[in-house]
């Protein structure tokens, strides 16, 4: 059975930091690229950040650029996102999401789909 596993949101102060983790089960993430995705309530998914599986490119939605970092090891069967200077806006349930071999931040595309975390940034 193909699972994801979101973990590591909360809640933190703007400027502050988090790292959320992706766990697989049931599959190796060698060949897949793992996208991040996030949902803000009354607005739809977009794409924040991706990495490929065969060269470990990565790519980020504008809005994060220079602020998150997407990272995998495949030892672990598992991919995280760095993720500093938050700001209110980043608040959202966040979600990895399991796709074909390139980095592509469609979520169409992508196939297997974790339950999300929560990140909500605020003071």
């Known amino acids: 059975q193909l699972q994801l596993v979101e973990s590591g949101g909360g809640l933190v102060q703007p400027g502050g930091s988090l790292r959320l983790s992706c766990a697989a089960s049931?599959?190796?993430?060698?060949?897949?690229?793992i996208g991040w995705f996030r949902q803000a309530p009354g607005k739809e998914r977009e794409g924040v950040s991706c990495?490929?599986?065969?060269?470990?490119?990565?790519g980020y939605a504008d809005s994060v650029k220079g602020r998150f970092t997407i990272s995998r090891d495949n030892a672990k069967n598992t991919v995280y996102l760095q993720m500093i200077s938050l700001k209110p806006e980043d608040t959202a349930v966040y979600y990895c999401?399991?796709?074909?071999?390139?980095?592509?931040?469609?979520?169409?595309?992508?196939?297997?789909w974790g339950q999300g975390t929560q990140v909500t940034v605020s003071s």
């Open positions: 990495i490929s599986s065969s060269d470990g490119s990565t």
């Open positions: 049931g599959f190796t993430l060698d060949y897949y690229a």
């Open positions: 999401a399991a796709g074909p071999p390139l980095c592509v931040l469609y979520p169409e595309i992508f196939g297997s």
